[in-house]
């Protein structure tokens, strides 16, 4: 099973950039579509972004294309999330997935693995 382990929140006035970093152990995330998904207190956990295994296909929620880009480093065993322009909407807990399937899917059920997420907040 792999282990999934999230940094790079923190604080950050509206207009800002955050990179957040998802470290993986256990097993190599080659063999995995990886994604980021947030959540907002009393709310579902939505899609954020994700990346196929071979890092050469990605997909991104409306609310955050353009802003957002995924991206993985499979010999570090690990996924990043660059966020700039951030605004104060996109406060929350971010986390990280991965799921053992072939293309890239944006359906929180189908991940199987979770890190313990990281809190990102966008002053206004």
């Known amino acids: 099973q792999v282990q999934l382990v999230e940094s790079g929140g923190g604080l950050v006035q509206a207009g800002g950039s955050l990179r957040l970093s998802c470290a993986a152990s256990g097993r190599t995330i080659s063999n995995y579509v990886m994604g980021w998904f947030r959540q907002a207190p009393g709310r579902e956990r939505e899609f954020v972004a994700a990346i196929s295994r071979s890092g050469t296909s990605t997909a991104y929620a409306d609310s955050v294309k353009g802003r957002f880009t995924i991206s993985r480093d499979n010999a570090k065993n690990s996924v990043y999330l660059q966020m700039n322009s951030l605004k104060p909407k996109d406060t929350t807990v971010y986390y990280c997935?991965?799921?053992?399937?072939?293309?890239?899917?944006?359906?929180?059920?189908?991940?199987?693995?979770w890190g313990q997420g990281t809190q990102v907040t966008v002053s206004s």
């Open positions: 997935a991965s799921g053992e399937f072939l293309v890239i899917r944006t359906a929180e059920r189908s991940y199987d693995c």
